[in-house]
């Protein structure tokens, strides 16, 4: 397939070159540097973080810096160096109860223990240009932190306490979680492996089947139950001490949607649950899968699948991007003797179309 290709080594050599001189760009330009790109582009870096599936902010901001911005393209790079890393275990369920919270806002409750934190948002800018940016001046000398000194109750436990809203799933201890790296993909998933695939799955297409779901593709009415902000504790359990210990501390993007439920033969009328869980902060990408995970319990709930976001081996086999990019990108590589082969068949029906055109002309005629 790729012997008509001609010096392909010393073409790619210089492509390589080439997209270095213009990552680079222009020399009278100070270089980038990591802590540059970890620290003011913190929401790119945190999407590479997510749908990368590791959590390493200057990592994530080499392949930001390496794929010249190209957010898909340094999800590859930090995926791809992810699977060279030795697993050692598994940490355990992180409890987001006890997140120390920057930012944490309900569409169901106005006065809420805790309080609206309104944290780091777009929500309330203006989308006007700041120009001001342009020569990027220091707003603050000092460094502005909020957010809350202790943990907050969930506003989903608060709906809980009055038995109004199902029961959160409880994983069993005894059992190793599933883990789509190393599980061949085989549906129905289980809902705790479609929510490690959304997690990591392309923001955009998330975001378009979550858009659907609102405009009448799948039943859902959502309200915003609670999307919260700050940092986790992660714990390992030690076999040698018999209890689990903090390894690290990260940051996440939890998001609860509060969709209605009517009930059934088997379950009261109550509000049903879709989650959403991502590094960094995202909190379009956690609202974005919690919807569509909504929308993949139709069946679990006993309702009809109607829309392709209810769909699980259509939502689920087309979320992740660096599959998605690799199978559309291939179209770029050679294919000359593909298309040769397409070319003379295209070209044989041609002459056996015209021939009957031709045939039929003929006997016309002579009637």
């Known amino acids: 397939m790729y012997v008509a290709v001609k010096g392909g080594e010393v073409a790619i050599d210089n492509a390589h070159r080439l997209l270095a001189d213009r990552r680079r760009g222009d020399r009278t330009v100070p270089a980038l540097t990591l802590d540059q790109i970890a620290e003011q582009l913190t929401i790119g870096v ?6 990368g599936s590791l959590y390493d902010r200057r990592l994530a901001a ?53 309080g609206q934190l309104l944290g780091p948002t777009f929500d309330y800018t203006h989308r006007l240009l700041d120009e001001e940016l342009e020569g990027d001046p220091e ?38 979680p599933g883990d789509i790296n190393q599980t061949p993909t085989e549906f129905p998933m289980s809902r705790a492996m479609r929510l490690q695939s959304l997690s990591r799955g392309d923001e955009g297409f998330l975001l378009a089947l979550g858009y659907s779901t609102q405009r009448g593709y799948a039943r859902s009415h959502p309200f915003a139950g609670e999307i919260r902000i700050g940092e986790v504790d ?25 969709n209605q439920f009517k009930g059934s033969a088997k379950a009261p009328p109550q509000f049903t649950r879709g989650y959403g869980l991502v590094f960094g902060q995202s909190e379009r990408k956690a609202m974005a899968m919690s919807l569509c995970d909504r929308a993949l319990r139709a069946e679990e709930l006993g309702e009809d699948i109607v829309a392709p976001p209810q769909d699980q081996e259509f939502v689920l086999s087309h ?8 199978f559309v990108e291939h179209l770029k590589l050679p294919h000359y003797v593909d298309f040769q082969a397409e070319l003379g068949l295209v070209r044989t029906m041609r002459a056996e179309y015209e021939q009957r055109e031709a045939a039929l002309e003929t006997r016309e005629a002579a009637e």
């Not at 979320?319 to 690799?326: H, K, L, R, S, Y």
């Open 139 to 176: 707003i603050e000398s000092g460094i502005l932190r909020t957010g809350a000194a202790e943990p907050i109750a969930r506003v989903a436990d608060i709906l809980g306490q009055e038995g109004l809203i199902e029961e959160d799933d409880v994983l069993d201890a005894a059992l190793e």
């Open 46 to 51: 945190d999407r590479v973080m997510s749908e």
């Open 62 to 114: 080499l392949a930001v810096k390496q794929a010249r911005g190209d957010l898909i393209e340094a999800i590859f790079l930090v995926r791809a160096y992810r699977t060279t890393l030795p697993r050692f275990g598994h940490s355990e369920p992180v409890d987001t109860g006890a997140m120390l919270v920057e930012r944490r806002v309900s569409a169901c409750y106005k006065d809420l223990p805790g």
């Open 234 to 258: 992660v714990e390992m359990f030690m076999p040698e001490l018999g209890f689990a210990v903090p390894v690290g501390r990260v940051q996440v993007t939890e998001c609860q949607m509060v």
């Open 319 to 326: 979320c992740d991007n660096v599959q998605a990019t690799g």
